[in-house]
């Protein structure tokens, strides 16, 4: 018998979606990223935003968060498409809905939603749902992060050429998986064809944070936890460089929280600013 619970998508996917669509109900325009179908995918009760994890005001900095690397990352999958690069590829994709968003972008690209298998069953039947379905050019590819097998063969068999460059994205995966297997993905990553890019955000240690903010974090991950998905790395950015120069990358780049709040939130006038938290490595091969 199939455990339902199983087959949901993590708190933490669901969280993402509903702060992604919070961002366009209760922060006033210029909005950063407009995303209310992950909302519809998600499928919350009519109480979703009394929830404690969605007060506008307690969690604004961790929605900014999410805003910003959700920016950097499709303006990042903007700007390879424009130099002929043609696959995107999407680690721990959650309730991501770049290809129901972007079908002009999407439509010049093959999408690689690489997943655990429970939910992404689940988002494959809330697709059809919603009519969506799944285009040509998207593949749900099933794949447990910390098994022996590396996900690069389910993403071989999903169609996936070794041989053209890829955009890589791991958004909000590197703190919920062991060093090793962050290890491993920035191995498998660094083999791939000359051209391709990867981004990946990582949580840093409590003692980086600004300390204004860290009770709020201290309170996110005990949610993580109490949810079944605890926090289990976090990284220097000194430390996430060293380890993909180990890796294979020869100029790997640190892009620091505070430059993503320049890049998307200056000017505002609202007080919307990520929180200190999570950076991004931004690497190529």
């Known amino acids: 018998m199939v455990d339902e619970q199983m087959m949901m998508p993590d708190s933490t996917a669901v969280r993402t979606a509903l702060w992604r669509a919070m961002h366009l ?4 325009p210029p909005h950063v990223f407009e995303d209310e179908i992950g909302l519809r995918l998600a499928d919350p009760d009519d109480a ?3 929830r404690p994890d969605m007060d506008p005001r307690a969690t604004s900095t961790f929605r ?6 959700a920016r950097f990352v499709e303006d990042l999958v903007a700007e390879q498409a424009a130099r002929g690069v043609s696959q995107y590829v999407i680690l721990g994709a959650g309730l991501d809905t770049f290809v129901q968003r972007e079908p002009e972008l999407a439509s010049r690209l093959r999408v690689f ?3 655990r ?3 992404q069953a689940w988002k494959r039947r809330r697709l059809a749902a919603l009519g969506y379905g799944i285009p040509d050019g998207l593949h749900l590819v099933p794949v447990d992060f910390e098994a022996d097998a590396p996900w690069t063969e389910q993403l071989a068999a999903a169609s996936f050429d070794p041989a053209r460059p890829a955009v890589v994205v791991s958004t909000g995966v590197s703190m919920y998986v062991s060093e090793g297997a962050t290890a491993a993905t920035l191995r498998q990553v660094a083999s791939f064809a000359p051209g391709s890019t990867l981004a990946m955000t990582f949580l840093l240690p409590t003692d980086l944070i600004d300390a204004a903010e860290r009770p709020a974090l201290s309170a996110c991950a005990d949610s993580a936890r109490l949810s079944g998905t605890p926090f289990v790395s976090s990284y220097t950015p000194q430390a996430m460089l060293t380890l993909a120069r180990a890796a294979g990358f020869a100029d790997p780049r640190h892009v620091s929280g505070p430059s993503l709040a320049e890049r998307c939130f200056a000017g505002r006038t609202d007080g919307l600013h990520p929180s200190s938290g999570e950076d991004l490595l931004l690497a190529a091969t």
């Open 25 to 28: 109900q209760v922060d006033p």
């Open 48 to 50: 979703w935003r009394e």
């Open 64 to 69: 900014a968060a999410i805003l910003a690397r």
């Open 113 to 115: 939603e690489v997943d």
């Open 117 to 119: 298998p429970g939910p």
